[in-house]
């Protein structure tokens, strides 16, 4: 039996085995729409990878036509990778698939190859790792500007700001492994939690809980800040220099 975790009130805890993380499963009569779009994850995941193809598109259009430079080339295959992961996330937005997750017993997980514990052992866990991925290759360009010009800060602090954004990513991928998932009664690990934001600013405690009470949660809500925060750098970067960008 897994053990309390500070994550969990008393009536939590008392109710644990009542808790459900997926939705009613569809049946042969649910309209397509509800099938497809019923849960705000599905829609989500769908709009992720809407994003995720219109980004591959415009790298395969620049590295067509202004050349396979360093930056088009990592750009491209980061395209690729965020498109794959967009896939399998929409494939685990259905209910159908999101009970398997979360049926598989924590005995299950423990005859699990290490492969599957750390790499392969559910459509979460491809996703991130495949996100994880993309986000790295951004870091290979940082590299690569250190190489061709050492004297320069840019290199330094872009690279810096990659391995910034991987270490949180890795978060996200570490929520995502299936012994992980199935924490806490199926809410989640809560390392990040537990061990950091329970004890800074006690007077915002009810609000990390709700919105950062598991390491699934941080990582994603870093996924978005990141992604936000890049596209409205784009954004200010197009206005400043339309004909650059």
Known sequence: MASPSPLLSGEEQAGASDFSPFPPLPDANTPFVKRHLGTDWQVGSYILLVFSIEYLLLEIYLTATTGATTTNVTSLIAAILFAGGSVYFIWVSYPSVMMKIFTVSAEEVDKYSCTDKYFTGNHFLLATW????????????????????????????????????????????????????????????????????????????????????????????????????????????????????
């Open 130 to 245: 495949l996100f994880f991925f993309a986000l790295s290759m951004y870091l290979y360009d940082g590299i690569a500007l250190i190489i061709f010009y050492p004297t320069s800060l840019v290199g330094y602090v872009y690279s810096l700001f990659c391995l910034i954004v991987l270490v949180f990513m890795f978060i996200w991928v570490y929520a995502c492994r299936p012994q992980n998932l199935l924490a806490n009664d199926m809410r989640g690990s809560s390392v990040v939690y537990d061990n950091c934001l329970s004890k800074c600013c006690c007077c915002c405690g009810p609000t990390w809980k709700t919105h950062l009470g598991t390491d699934f949660l941080v990582g994603a809500w870093f996924f978005e800040g990141f992604f936000v925060l890049a596209s409205l750098a784009s954004l200010a970067y197009v206005l400043y220099a339309p004909a650059s960008a």
